[in-house]
């Protein structure tokens, strides 16, 4: 088993006008598989050449000497859980059992838009913005570069990518821009539901 660049969950045009298929081109297609590609020549004739990527990332992160292989191992983990947080038609408020842990540990939908928003325009250069489970709670959190929250024994919800190469052709500079249009009309809230513990 080697890592793998699974399909989009959708058409490259379905999140269209809020990422334009362009985008997708070459996030999916180029920035994502290059993350697959180099995580590959990495795990090439190593231990951790039939393992999953998750486990992978958790097994080296923070070992300098990992550097590169944790990069691109723990980008094509990130990017696979991305392209799951959306769909065409999503977003706005949540249904479900995650309704109701925004509620109880967030403070409300409005809270979790503020906070989630927030920690993507304020990671500083490139990075993630997160929905978190932790010790039964949930929680907003940012990574920088490639980290996840997958390596540290916490549990991704949801996820938004807040690389220029996410957002650039579409909105240039705007990253708060790209940010509220995810929240309103990409996140899907099935799969942050069925991503709970
Ligand atoms: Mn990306």
């Given at each position: 088993m080697a890592l793998s660049l699974p399909d989009l969950?959708?058409?490259?045009?379905?999140?269209?006008?809020?990422?334009?298929a362009r985008t997708l081109e070459f996030h999916h297609g180029k920035h994502h598989k290059a993350y697959v590609d180099n995580g590959n020549k990495f795990i090439a004739?190593?231990?951790?050449?039939?393992?999953a990527a998750e486990a992978i990332a958790a097994k080296i992160v923070g070992d300098a000497s990992k550097a590169g292989m944790f990069n691109n191992v723990a980008q094509a983990w990130n990017h696979s859980f991305f392209w799951k947080c959306m769909k065409s038609k999503g977003g706005g408020a949540p249904t479900g059992a995650v309704a109701q842990k925004i509620e109880s540990d967030l403070g409300g939908y409005q809270k979790f838009v503020e906070e989630f928003k927030n920690a993507g325009v304020t990671q500083f250069g490139s990075g993630w913005a997160w929905l978190v489970q932790k010790d039964g709670k949930l929680q907003i959190m940012k990574t920088a570069?490639?980290?996840?929250?997958a390596a540290h024994g916490i549990t991704p919800l949801l996820v938004v990518d807040v690389?220029?190469?996410?957002y650039y052709l579409d909105y240039q500079n705007r990253r708060p821009d790209f940010l509220q249009a995810f929240i309103d009309n990409l996140i899907n809230w099935d799969f942050v539901n069925s991503n709970l513990k």
């Amino acid at each position: 088993m080697a890592l793998s660049l699974p399909d989009l969950p959708y058409s490259k045009d379905a999140l269209e006008p809020f990422i334009s298929a362009r985008t997708l081109e070459f996030h999916h297609g180029k920035h994502h598989k290059a993350y697959v590609d180099n995580g590959n020549k990495f795990i090439a004739g190593t231990e951790f050449e039939s393992q999953a990527a998750e486990a992978i990332a958790a097994k080296i992160v923070g070992d300098a000497s990992k550097a590169g292989m944790f990069n691109n191992v723990a980008q094509a983990w990130n990017h696979s859980f991305f392209w799951k947080c959306m769909k065409s038609k999503g977003g706005g408020a949540p249904t479900g059992a995650v309704a109701q842990k925004i509620e109880s540990d967030l403070g409300g939908y409005q809270k979790f838009v503020e906070e989630f928003k927030n920690a993507g325009v304020t990671q500083f250069g490139s990075g993630w913005a997160w929905l978190v489970q932790k010790d039964g709670k949930l929680q907003i959190m940012k990574t920088a570069n490639a980290d996840t929250p997958a390596a540290h024994g916490i549990t991704p919800l949801l996820v938004v990518d807040v690389w220029e190469h996410a957002y650039y052709l579409d909105y240039q500079n705007r990253r708060p821009d790209f940010l509220q249009a995810f929240i309103d009309n990409l996140i899907n809230w099935d799969f942050v539901n069925s991503n709970l513990k």
